[in-house]
């Protein structure tokens, strides 16, 4: 079985997407479909009733929605697996723009909206830096000269990332996606799977729920106005 | 790698809606050549100019193949937008960001690592040359009006992405001297391909690709059959920029409209 995790901001185009990957491969591959999101998605309905394909979802509420990912992750291969699927999709809430939910043993795919502005890809510098591939979608909104900056910015964050621009509705251009998913090598030992980054999860009392404000309230890494650096605060 | 300008390109046929061949074999398309895509709505006609722009290789819905000077393009054409030789306009695109028209243009002439230093001022006269509502280089782009937009993409097209195809879906706006652009991506020996509702649009092209069921079903090429009908339909639209002035200028039209 082969892992594609889908990450990118809301509303940039993942879902659309995943269904141009799910219509290229339909009748060839067996597709399981995970969408992590934090309070609603309805993704894994839709995809349901389209394609026939079994999908799950899952909410992560207070949680991180990439920490998430990453607890459940070994669930979701094992869950997959039992349903014979050829590829598990995830598709991430895609909301801590710091995290990066991409792990070894799969094809990171960073899905990016070229109406978000031609510096949007600095300012979603890890999910770019560690993904394989960018799709870039939209690319029937906008201008050329903005297409060619925004190509450079991405260049900028990962000069050797693979980036693919489409307007993801017609499905133009994914044929360097689907080359991508098909030469991304198979799980080999799922026990193995780590996550590539160390993205900055749950490292205080705020993303347990503490809602107080002022680190003075606050243990784990936290951080003061006048610092340059975080600081541990044991409680 | 060092491309060698384009001579021809080449739609291979593919197949419609239900699978069936489409019956042409191939279509040919050379610097200088206007051909316009008409059809009803969902007949296939963004679709044909989609594969165009993607150089399709049999792995669009449509299954047509696009070559370039008779063999597959290099990947670079299709993947890298700064070497792609094709510019596609649609009525969808814009400029997103805040910049002037200025800013604009300078943002695309850095990307491309052009040093000519008029190419700005160039760009902004011929995009003027295809509209009447002038534009000026400190106007904001966001504040630019349909018309003015698509001239400036177009000029952009010509002078700074030096796109030797150039594409335009739908794009029927008025406040766009259309015959003028169509003369000059001629004179500058751009080939483009519109599609269009527009009379006279079809009528300055040299062939009309016909559409129905997401196949090409006719090639027509007038030559020189429908010149009546040009001349009537270019005096007509002439009358219809006259009208449209008159009445941007606060003018009742009161005289007979004929003579406006
Ligand atoms: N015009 C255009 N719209 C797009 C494109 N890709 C996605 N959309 C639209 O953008 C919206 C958000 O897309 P969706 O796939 O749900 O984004 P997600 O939140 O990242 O999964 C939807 O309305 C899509 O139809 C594209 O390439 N061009
Ligand atoms: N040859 C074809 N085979 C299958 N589907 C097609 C074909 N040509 C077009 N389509 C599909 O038909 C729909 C309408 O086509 P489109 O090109 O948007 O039409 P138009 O621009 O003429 O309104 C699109 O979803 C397109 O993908
Ligand atoms: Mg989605
Ligand atoms: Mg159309
Ligand atoms: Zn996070
Ligand atoms: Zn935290």
């Not at chain 1, 993801?168 to 980054?197: C, F, H, N």
């Not at chain 2, 061949?21 to 679709?47: H, L, Q, W, Y």
Request: net charge neutral.
């Amino acid at each position: 079985m082969k892992l594609l995790i889908v990450a990118g901001p809301p509303s940039a185009g993942k879902t659309a997407v995943v269904r141009q990957i799910l219509r290229s491969v339909a009748g060839l591959w067996k597709i399981a479909y995970l969408k992590i999101d934090v309070v609603r998605a309805f993704e894994d309905e839709e995809l349901r009733a389209e394609f026939s394909i079994p999908t799950k979802k899952i909410y992560s509420g207070d949680l991180c929605p990439d920490h998430m990912g990453i607890m459940i992750l070994a669930d979701t291969l094992v869950w997959a697996e039992q349903e014979k699927a050829d590829i598990l999709i995830i598709e991430s809430a895609g909301l801590c723009l710091r995290c990066t939910p991409y792990t070894t043993q799969s094809l990171g795919i960073v899905v990016l909206s070229s109406v978000s502005g031609t510096n949007a890809p600095l300012k979603m510098a890890p999910m770019i830096a560690l993904a394989d591939i960018a799709v870039v979608t939209k690319t029937d909104l906008v201008s050329q000269a903005e297409k060619e900056v925004f190509r450079e910015k991405i260049r900028t964050v990962s000069p050797t990332i693979d980036i693919v621009e489409t307007n993801a509705i017609q499905g133009t251009g994914m044929r360097y996606l689907m080359q991508a998913v098909v030469s991304t090598p198979e799980i080999t030992d799922a026990k193995m799977i780590r996550l590539r980054g160390i993205p900055p999860l749950g490292v205080c009392t705020v993303c347990a729920g503490k809602q107080e404000i002022g680190w003075q309230n606050h243990c784990g890494v936290v951080r003061k106005l006048d610092s340059t650096e975080a600081i541990f605060r044991g409680d | 790698m060092e491309t060698e300008p384009i001579q021809c390109i080449t739609i291979l046929a593919g197949r419609d809606r239900n699978g069936v061949a489409e019956p042409f074999g191939r279509i040919d398309i050379n610097p200088g050549d206007t051909i316009s895509i008409v059809g009803p709505t969902g007949s296939g006609k963004t679709a044909f100019i989609n594969d165009i722009e993607v150089f399709a290789c049999g792995d669009t819905i449509t299954g047509r193949t696009i070559l370039v000077n008779n063999r597959m393009p290099p990947e670079s054409f299709v993947r890298d937008p700064s070497k792609k030789p094709i510019a596609m306009i649609t009525q969808n695109t814009k400029c997103l960001s805040d910049l002037t028209v200025r800013e604009f243009l300078a943002m695309h002439v850095r990307a491309r690592g052009i040093t000519k230093a008029d190419i700005c001022t160039k760009t902004l006269a011929l995009a003027n040359e295809f509209t009447g509502e002038k534009m000026h280089l400190d106007m904001r782009m966001t504040g630019l009006s349909g018309g003015q937009t698509r001239s400036l993409m177009v000029a952009d097209a010509v002078l700074i992405s030096n796109a030797p195809v150039i594409l335009l879906d739908e794009v029927e706006n008025a406040g766009i001297f259309k015959d003028r652009v169509i003369s000059c991506l001629k004179s500058h020996g751009k080939a483009v391909i519109f599609v269009t509702h527009d009379p006279l649009v079809s009528l300055l092209s040299d062939r009309r690709i016909v559409m129905r069921n997401g196949s090409v079903e006719r090639v027509l090429t007038p030559d020189g059959n429908e010149r009546e009908a040009l001349t009537v339909i270019s005096r007509m639209d002439a009358l219809m920029g006259r009208l449209r002035e008159k009445i941007r200028a606060g003018e009742l039209l009161t005289g007979p409209v004929g003579s406006a």
